[in-house]
């Protein structure tokens, strides 16, 4: 039953990844694609997660955590680049 479930929200997961990626291609500004390239990481995060409950090992953990370090620095960057001009100052 939880294998089930499981495998259930890994597809719509998946569905919203694709989702993601189709606003990050035709998103109408840069302020809407970085918001879904932030909610891109966001799903991807959770599809590792889910992956490493349903395969029982606790690397893909630690691919989440990474992931999301980096996709909250990249967000940062791309934030301040639009703000400013120029990400270092």
């Known amino acids: 039953m939880l294998?089930?479930?499981?495998?259930?929200?890994?597809?719509?997961?998946?569905?919203?990844?694709?989702?993601?990626?189709?606003?990050?291609v035709i998103g109408p500004d840069v302020t809407d694609r970085i918001l879904a390239l932030d909610t891109l990481y966001i799903n991807s995060i959770a599809l590792l997660l889910l992956l490493g409950i349903y395969m029982a090992s606790s690397a893909y953990f630690e691919a989440?955590?990474?992931?999301?370090?980096?996709?909250?620095?990249?967000?940062?960057?791309?934030?301040?680049?639009?703000?400013?001009?120029?990400i270092i100052e």
């Open 64 to 86: 989440a955590l990474l992931i999301a370090m980096i996709g909250f620095i990249g967000t940062i960057a791309l934030c301040k680049y639009l703000l400013r001009g120029d």
């Open 3 to 24: 294998e089930t479930a499981i495998l259930i929200a890994m597809a719509l997961i998946i569905l919203a990844l694709v989702l993601n990626i189709w606003r990050v």
